[in-house]
């Protein structure tokens, strides 16, 4: 679907760290021994009885599988085919040639993995005309994962004493080193040979001291057995830069902060009702000069700071989830501040349009204190960096005190969680997983390496033990921290049983017995379709389409192109869309068209957004601009069915999120360079109200209230606090005007930016910033206290929302929606616009009353002409208007 676009934004999260190289190989083996291991795996091992290999067998030649460090140990194979059965387990296989494990050696497949495993195809005199590598996870999951899914892994404590566990079942041995230093001692592991698990309980003693396995095992990506000193996959807390894992209870009372046991959450908000604040935790606070303790988990503990008062003001209009970006330990941050570098520049000094800011932030980036986080080094501890002492159990207590002060203001807490890849794998140090079970938790291509198509090391949630991985990491966040909700990043390279799974585990979380209700939290991901599992490849993908009807929303970039224009990845960032001036207020780029082009081009937009503002479904009916009576899946994006949930809580609006130009500087590209910033301003209203206003869930990314602006940068991951951070007093800016985005992503786009950056009529002041924050909390309020904005079924939407003047008469760059007893028309035109609905000729409508005593002055001037049934909303503007009985119905005031 996004293919190429998706794969682009995946690429900028991390960088790829590729396995270590592998050493030279031993000299070859005579004919009748193994030959020296291959360094690519082409035969795959799927399960006990069952090899795949694309090779040619040819007449009189022989097949096995050749094992042991010396090549001594053999797996007889005889040619088969894969069953129905097998076929669909592994459809990525289903036209390879598959060879039969005999049943008289089956017996000794536990033993061959354990070490370095050859497939071997011999000629008749026995030489080996054909040898390759292979892949195991299949066989390690049809050997061991019935027992092992169901065993309870890293440090669990019953009656006071620790048990330690680890699956390992490729290991020759397992030890535990204990604590460090002069008190360090190893201490053996016992291994079930059943689940392939090794574990060992101590005394309560062991509470609080580190530990890391130590685990010898056969490593493909550098040919030899090696004794790795690993890290807990299944960590509950770490040492410094995640040095060593500590042997922590997360339910020691210890770690809870004051009133966490009986901690009162704000109501729980449908999916279908979400609002959604995406907040990356250092960008909140590290600018505030009014927080006690920037850029970290305890700055939403300042409730006087003016980011927690915004935040507040926003859960008072309705926002009901703070969606934070990772926050699990991160692979590429220095924990400790005085490791940390920062910009030796004084970087206020330079130009607006100057190289010299994002120069002085790519010095020092590498080891400064940040990142987007998308780069999972431990899935289950708190990021050390954001805490007042990364050592220890203070991130703990910390992170608990976050969630603690965003329930008090009214939030929910969204986390954003990354199991699709792992900061690295192979032998490199900062891989886990891969040290501990080598060619199992990584997904691996048909040669045997590991694909990156997500950015970095993929992983395998397809496997049982990774799968198991994500339930139970996912539900620890749920119980011990007490997340009410969790963003999955590039989902679609789940499969949809695995997201499932977490819906099923998480749904039998009960209070009485976990202290928290499961079926209230929310799930939602990224349902992008690429990569080396696209079109449902090797798995159903946790995508956009098919996880239509399971309440799990994805991020539906349908509306969110059509209102910004062309798509994020564009040569020409000027392509411009419903909220950007597309046909009605032109700017000078070529890419979009001539006249009639950009016409036709935003009516198809229009239809676009429709589609949106009905939830995304696939069943919705309605007359498109040319006169069809379509369903949202006959409209077309990009090839795609522009509908495809099957319920409003199945797709998540938003017009910007952290990912590309945030909204206004998307705005910045695409509008005449000569429109003004309290237009610019009025623009963003429009483009966030199409998300706000529609059905179901939606999300903004936090300072796009207040015009948020990176300086133009497009993928700001790596690019510092400088580019990054929000700024919540007017007076300091929006951001804009920073310095030229940094080169490494941006370069290409610096002529378009450059005269735009210094351009004053695209600095706004505290009028529109402050302006366009009340004027979306109005909207907000409106979209949160109106039901018809919550419906449940597309039946429900079918009934309430129609576009009465959808159709060849249509006005280019205008939406009237009717909603129930509501009419909203969305006016992004730069005039103003009249709306005649004739069928309501003669009933009585008025601005809605939010909006008619709200902050935004000039939408007070919206009218509405009852003889004939004319709306009349001024430029560049979203009026909300309720039937006149609504507006007398004695409703209580809502408070600011």
């Not at 929310?522 to 798995?539: M, Q």
Request: proline share 6%; with cysteine; charged share 20%.
């Amino acid at each position: 679907m996004r293919a190429a676009v998706t794969t682009v934004v995946a690429a900028a999260l991390c960088a790829v760290l590729a396995p270590a190289p592998a050493t030279a190989a031993p000299a070859p083996l005579p004919a009748s021994a193994s030959p020296r291991v291959p360094t690519a795996a082409e035969a795959q091992w799927i399960d006990a009885g069952t090899v795949v290999w694309k090779t040619a067998v040819t007449p009189g030649a022989r097949q096995e599988l050749v094992y042991g460090d010396r090549g001594d140990g053999r797996l007889r194979l005889t040619p088969g085919r894969l069953t129905g059965a097998q076929a669909a387990a592994f459809p990525h296989l289903r036209e390879y040639p598959a060879f039969t494990v005999d049943v008289r050696d089956r017996a000794r497949a536990r033993t061959a993995l354990r070490g370095p495993v050859t497939a071997v195809q011999r000629a008749a005199d026995g030489t080996a005309s054909a040898t390759t590598g292979v892949q195991i996870s299949g066989v390690l999951d049809d050997l061991y994962s019935a027992r092992a899914v169901k065993a309870s892994l890293g440090p669990v404590f019953t009656g006071g004493r620790p048990t330690l566990s680890v699956w390992a079942p490729t290991a020759r041995t397992v030890s535990l080193e204990l604590g460090d230093g002069a008190d360090a001692r190893t201490v053996p592991m016992r291994r079930d040979d059943t689940s392939g698990v090794w574990s060992v309980r101590g005394p309560a003693s062991w509470a609080g001291r580190s530990y890391r396995y130590a685990v010898t095992v056969w490593a493909p990506s550098v040919g030899r057995t090696v004794t790795n000193r690993v890290t807990d996959p299944y960590s509950t807390a770490l040492t410094t830069d995640s040095a060593r894992s500590l042997v922590v209870d997360l339910a020691d009372p210890r770690l809870a902060p004051a009133g966490w046991s009986a901690l009162r959450k704000p109501a729980a908000v449908p999916l279908r009702e979400a609002q959604i604040q995406e907040l990356h935790i250092r960008d909140f606070s590290v600018a505030d000069r009014t927080s006690r303790h920037p850029g970290g988990y305890l700055a939403f503990t300042d409730t006087a700071s003016a980011g927690m008062r915004h935040l507040r003001a926003l859960a008072a209009a309705g926002t009901s989830y703070v969606h934070l970006l990772p926050a699990f330990d991160i692979g590429t941050i220095p924990e400790r501040k005085s490791a940390q570098t920062s910009p030796g520049c004084d970087l206020k000094v330079y130009a607006p349009d100057s190289t010299e800011q994002q120069a002085c932030v790519a010095r020092t980036a590498a080891r400064d204190a940040y990142n987007w986080g998308y780069d999972p080094l431990h899935y289950t501890v708190p990021e050390g960096s954001y805490a007042s002492d990364p050592e220890g159990t203070a991130r703990t207590v910390e992170f608990r005190r976050m969630v603690q002060s965003l329930n008090a203001s009214g939030l929910r807490t969204v986390m954003d969680v990354v199991y699709n890849h792992t900061v690295a794998s192979g032998q490199d140090e900062k891989s886990v997983l891969d040290r501990i079970v080598p060619g199992y938790y990584q997904r691996l291509l048909a040669d045997g390496s590991v694909a990156t198509s997500t950015c970095c090391a993929n992983t395998a949630p397809e496997n049982a033990m990774m799968g198991k991985l994500v339930v139970d990491s996912v539900v620890t966040w749920a119980k011990q921290y007490k997340v009410d909700g969790f963003r999955f990043d590039l989902m679609g390279h789940h499969p949809k049983a695995n997201i499932l799974a977490v819906r099923k585990a998480l749904d039998a979380l009960t209070p009485a017995r976990d202290g928290v209700d499961g079926k209230a939290i929310v799930l939602y991901g990224e349902g992008w379709n690429f990569g080396e599992i696209a079109d449902d490849a090797r798995f159903v993908q946790a995508t956009q389409r098919n996880m239509a009807g399971t309440g799990i929303a994805t991020f539906s970039d349908r509306a969110r192109d059509a209102v910004r224009g062309g798509s994020p990845f564009d040569a020409d960032p000027g392509v411009q869309g419903f909220a950007s001036g597309l046909y009605t207020d032109p700017n000078s780029s070529p890419a979009n068209g001539s006249r009639e082009e950009q016409r036709a081009r935003l009516l198809h937009y229009q239809d676009l957004v429709k589609v949106g503002l009905s939830g995304s479904l696939a069943g919705y009916r309605f007359t498109d601009t040319s006169g069809r009576t379509v369903r949202g899946a006959e409209v077309d994006y990009n090839g795609a069915p522009a509908g495809y949930a099957a319920a409003p809580d199945d797709a998540l609006a938003y017009a910007d999120a952290h990912d590309n130009e945030s909204l206004y500087d998307a705005l910045a590209f695409k509008l005449p360079p000569s429109v003004p910033a309290a237009d610019r301003a009025r623009l963003q209203v429009v483009a966030l109200a199409t998300a706000a206003l529609s059905q179901g869930p939606a999300l903004s990314q936090a300072g796009t209230d207040l015009l948020r602006s990176k300086s133009l940068d497009r993928n700001s991951y790596d690019s510092g606090d400088w580019f990054n951070a929000i700024h919540w007093d007017c007076r300091d800016g929006n951001g804009f005007g920073r310095g030229l985005p940094p080169a490494a992503d941006n370069q290409d786009k610096w002529d378009y930016a450059r005269p735009l950056l210094t351009n004053p009529a695209l600095t706004p002041g505290c009028t529109e910033i402050d302006g366009t924050s009340a004027a979306y909390r109005d909207l907000l309020r409106i979209r949160t206290t109106e039901p018809a904005f919550g419906l449940a079924s597309t039946a429900a939407v079918q009934s309430a929302l129609s576009f009465p003047l959808s159709g060849t008469g249509e006005t280019p760059g205008v939406i009237t929606m009717r909603l129930g007893d509501l009419v909203v028309v969305f006016n992004a035109t730069p005039s103003a616009q009249g709306q005649r609905v004739a069928e309501l000729a003669g009933r009585p409508y008025a601005l809605h009353r939010v909006q008619a005593g709200g902050a935004d002055r000039t939408v007070r001037s919206a009218g509405y002409e009852r003889a004939s049934g004319t709306f009349t909303v001024p430029a560049r503007t979203v009026a909300v208007f309720e039937a006149a009985s609504q507006t007398a119905r004695g409703d209580k005031p809502i408070d600011e």
